[in-house]
């Protein structure tokens, strides 16, 4: 036979289109509009598929839940919103159980707006791998932007995301507790709690964000292998950047300015730290702080620091090696 356009099989893509003017596969009506997402991610094949949201406002009153593999969620920019007036997480991916099925996750191109009420943004749980999140607003949820627990090597990307005001001023916009292998790069967090709280991870990356007005700029606890650089950090209630029983990690060209406390403290035990070639000033307490003789070998080099109110460089630690530091 011979193969025409009129003949040709078509391809099966799976995309569901939703939208709130009619034109989707599922449409809402602003009210209870969780009910068709879910529907609509709970029709893709279990290969997976991609859920289209076009512009409007989307009110959920339940979580939307992704558990199937190589889904992605993506929207129109800040003209698709998801809110809500209840206390639930906007987003939850996976069901926190130990098995192969949560990998291959997107979502991108949207705005969540917690509007005081919601808890999580996003909400991952244990066993979710390869997740990425891009270019997303997320705003004023009473808890965590985005909290995740492991124990996973995840492989996650948080990127070009403006992450704002979450937390209620207690918890951070970012919370990852056991969580390896991300990339968190980009993003502007401002306001609320933390910018970002790493518990008990490590091989973590912080890159090139602006963070303002938070409580801490980065807080690692118990954690090993991250890497914060080249991130603006500014105007914090606290300090610009607190290790607590954190060690061998790399601190590393980073801006800070305007700390209510120190630029820079170690504290616990935290051994084994390189903070090199950051610039420090305009801190009410100390430039770089290291705090106890707990805190053992950690090196302070070719940094910059200038109009600290209390001095540049304290050190109680043990063994901590200092050289090449400009100190005005």
């Known amino acids: 036979m011979v193969m025409t356009l009129l003949t040709r099989p078509k391809k099966t893509v799976a995309t569901v289109v939703i939208a709130t003017d009619g034109s989707g596969d599922f449409n809402c009506d602003g009210t209870a509009d969780n009910v068709e997402i879910q529907a609509a991610i709970d029709s893709l094949p279990a290969t997976g598929g991609c859920i289209y949201i076009k512009e409007g406002t ?18 129109c920019g800040n003209s698709t919103i998801f809110t809500t007036n209840v206390a639930i997480d906007i987003f939850t991916i996976g069901d926190g159980l130990a098995i192969i099925g949560h990998n291959n996750i997107i979502l991108e191109n949207f ?10 943004g996003i909400y991952a749980t244990t066993w979710v791998n390869y997740l990425r999140i891009f270019k997303l607003w997320i705003y004023d949820c009473n808890q965590e932007g985005i909290y995740a627990s492991g124990p996973v090597d995840s492989f996650w990307t948080i990127a070009n995301c403006h992450i704002h005001s979450n937390g209620g001023g207690v918890f951070p916009n970012i919370n990852l507790i056991d969580i390896t292998l ?10 609320g709690g933390t910018a970002i709280e790493i518990t008990t991870g490590g091989a ?3 890159t090139s964000n602006y963070v303002s007005a938070t409580i801490y700029g980065v807080y690692l606890n118990g954690c090993s292998n991250i890497i914060v650089s080249n991130n603006r950090i500014s105007s914090t209630g606290l300090e610009n950047i607190y290790l607590t029983d954190s060690s ?19 504290a616990g035990n935290s051994d084994y730290n390189t903070i090199h070639g950051n610039i420090i000033d305009g801190s009410i307490n100390w430039g770089i702080n290291i705090s106890v003789a707990t805190c053992n ?9 200038e109009d600290n109110d209390d001095g540049t460089i304290i050190d109680s ?8 530091n400009i100190e005005t």
């Open 182 to 191: 991300c990339v968190i790069s980009g993003n502007t967090i401002y306001g």
């Open 58 to 75: 989307y009110n959920l009153n339940d979580t939307i839940t992704i558990i199937n593999p190589n889904v992605s969620i993506i929207g």
């Open 248 to 266: 061998y990690n790399n601190i590393d060209g980073n801006n800070l300015e305007n700390s209510s406390r120190d630029g820079i403290e170690l």
């Open 204 to 206: 973590n990356i912080f």
């Open 297 to 305: 070998e950690n090196f302070v080099t070719n940094n910059i620091l």
């Open 111 to 120: 705005f969540i707006d917690g509007n005081a009420a919601a808890n999580r």
């Open 317 to 324: 630690g043990t063994n901590t090696q200092i050289f090449n």
